[in-house]
């Protein structure tokens, strides 16, 4: 109980050049130097943290400096070898250039140099992250580094070579150290297990492994926070996710599969299962693009480098491949990059949850990202002049003209809904409304997409949304609202999912679309309601006769609609052509269409 705890990562540091994991080259290279007697005066070590820069640093001190030495193999019996163990050494200097990065510190160490070693052959300098150091500071040091007395040495220590000076690398050996494979690491931290009891399981050693980057450090580190669980049962890997806060790959392939089958409502209710469990937004999206990251090499590499590149298991490969099948490598790298583009985000925003449901249904469109065959059939299509037919989904088809008898054809002739017409000019029908009438270009749409819908309201929806200037609640909106009615007196939108419908009902984004219905119709005061769809919403927006419909929706176009079959043929045969809008050539008609202009007396509209 007296004893003191010492980290895994320190208690476990190697204490000779052969005790390093990985990094054979550089054993090789300060193994050949040391016996052929051939010390230079300036190292300069580099390459990622943990991955033993340091170590290697005081394991070369110790190997000069022992009374064995210089050798390979120091006796760590001396008053010197165990110096440096404990960290105490008289001769060896460590020097943390983060807060000894001044001109005056360098000085410090120019004054010192000219001092003699007390228990070794060297005086040996070791620099960590030397790249913090001043300009002025390497200036101080430049001289000293190329011509140091006989017994100097200094060894350099960075994790950013690149931002030392040209100078500065120029008058050191460099030696760069590598990321340790994650082989080696697992090879090392089961020997660490095995002799510190840790009862866990070799997947979990594997996730250990990967998640350390390459760094033998952080896998020590983390290796020894895992130690202190339940050692009645074997760690796991879902408890390395529940301590670094990542989702584990069944919910992240969950999420990920909601997302690829374009369903925004499934990746809703995964994400609020995942955020109310304390995740935060940001480590949710990160996590994520590391799974599309996945998925995008399960693509495109080879199963060799699979499962060094994607961090996985055998069992999770297979699973990765089935959802790769399902896309496109260009429609998996839309994922990665809109997902970026939602972490950068969530730096900026002070609302990330918002942020992270935008998020989600913006990745769940999936379906507006066409696969490229699909592209290319399209391009195909106009390129041979081919009409490519578009069915719309919700689009019913209009009852049969009810002829009047004053309208009756002569008989012998079919009723002109039968025939097949040109695609130059239709004539379309709406309720109790005979074919008489080729409608205009804006009545066609009228007719099409909201049969008797008063009012652009695309165009004032369209309006509405440009007054709110809060974009997440105006890219809600976009992706999740319906319009029902925009008018001054009254505005009913409607959405689908009733969480969002609480959102928006909150007071701060209720009192941003009253302001902005009040920008779009210089008013105060303006009446707002945003509920769930209902079975009677049809009914507004296909019934002409319906009494839901407000007075004030109804525009005058909808109006002419709406007047008997008689005035409207009435009032289009007076109607004289405007002078200034030329004249259809009545040559370039087809037969059928100018045999239905002569049979209904009626005209060519442009």
């Known amino acids: 109980m007296n004893e003191k705890f010492i980290p895994l990562y320190r208690k476990y540091r190697p204490q000779t050049l052969e005790e390093i994991v990985g990094q054979e080259h550089v054993k090789k290279a300060l193994t050949n130097a040391i016996k052929l007697n051939k010390i230079a005066h300036a190292y300069l070590f580099t390459g990622p943290r943990g991955t033993g820069k340091t170590s290697t640093a005081r394991i070369l001190a110790k190997s000069l400096n022992c009374t064995d030495g210089p050798t390979v193999t120091p006796c760590g019996k001396c008053a010197s070898c165990i110096d440096i ?5 008289l001769d060896v200097v460590e020097i943390d250039a983060a807060s000894n990065r001044s001109v005056n510190d360098a000085q410090n160490i120019l004054e010192k140099i000219q001092y003699a070693p007390v228990n070794g052959k060297y005086k040996i300098y070791i620099i960590d992250e030397v790249h913090m150091l001043t300009v002025q500071a390497f200036n101080a040091l430049l001289k000293t580094l ?146 599309f990251k996945n998925l995008l090499i399960v693509k495109n590499c080879k199963t060799e480098l699979v499962l060094e590149l994607t961090q996985t298991t055998d069992s999770q490969v297979e699973i990765l491949k089935t959802q790769a099948e399902k896309l496109e490598t260009h429609q998996i790298i839309f994922l990665t990059e809109r997902t970026s583009y939602y972490i950068n985000e969530l730096k900026t925003t002070t609302n990330q949850h918002i942020w992270l449901e935008i998020a989600m249904i913006d990745l769940a469109n999936l379906t507006e990202n066409s696969k490229l065959i699909d592209l290319q059939n399209r391009l195909m299509k106009l390129e041979t002049g081919e009409t490519e037919h578009v069915t719309v989904s919700n689009y019913k088809t209009p009852p049969h003209p009810v002829q009047k008898p004053s309208m009756k054809p002569a008989g012998g002739i079919q009723p002109i809904i039968n025939k097949k017409i040109e695609p130059i000019k239709t004539i379309e029908s709406t309720k109790d409304i005979t074919p008489e009438i080729t409608p ?94 209902q079975p009677s919403d049809n009914e507004i927006l296909l019934d002409k006769n319906s009494n839901t419909m407000p007075e004030a929706e109804q525009t005058e176009e909808t109006k002419k609609i709406e007047q008997p079959v008689e005035n409207k043929i009435e009032e289009n045969t007076q109607k004289e052509p405007s002078p200034t809008k030329p004249t259809l050539n009545e040559s370039a008609l087809s037969d059928q269409v100018k045999m239905v202009k002569n049979l209904f007396d009626g005209k060519i509209v442009e």
């Open 146 to 291: 190329e011509e140091p007395p006989e017994n100097v040495i200094f060894i350099l220590a960075t994790t950013e070579v690149h931002k030392v000076l040209d100078t500065i690398k120029s008058r050191c050996q460099r030696f760069d150290f590598k990321r340790i494979t994650t082989n080696d690491i697992v090879k090392h931290l089961k020997h660490i297990a095995k002799l510190e009891k840790i009862n866990i399981e070799d997947d979990a050693v594997l996730t250990i492994a990967k998640n350390a980057a390459g760094g033998m450090r952080d896998s020590l580190a983390l290796l020894d926070q895992l130690s202190v669980l339940d050692t009645e049962k074997a760690i796991t890997t879902d408890d390395i996710n529940s301590l670094l806060g990542r989702l584990s790959f069944d919910v992240l392939n969950k999420l990920s599969e909601s997302i690829i089958n374009s369903n925004p409502n499934d990746a809703i209710e995964i994400l609020e299962e995942i955020y109310n469990k304390g995740n935060e937004p940001s480590q949710i999206l990160l996590n994520l693009l590391n799974y």
């Open 85 to 89: 163990t404990n960290s105490t050494p």
């Open 440 to 533: 205009s270009a804006q009545e066609q749409k009228t007719s099409t997409e909201q049969p008797i819908q008063t009012g652009n309201i695309q165009e004032l929806w369209k309006k509405l949304l440009e007054n709110i200037n809060y974009a997440p609640t105006r890219q809600l909106l976009i992706q999740m609202a319906k319009p029902l009615v925009i008018t001054p007196e009254n505005v009913v939108i409607t959405i689908r999912t009733e969480g969002f419908v609480k959102k928006l009902n909150d007071d701060s984004n209720k009192q941003l679309l009253k302001e902005a219905v009040d920008n779009l119709f210089n008013q105060t005061n303006s009446q707002v309601v945003i509920r769930l769809p």
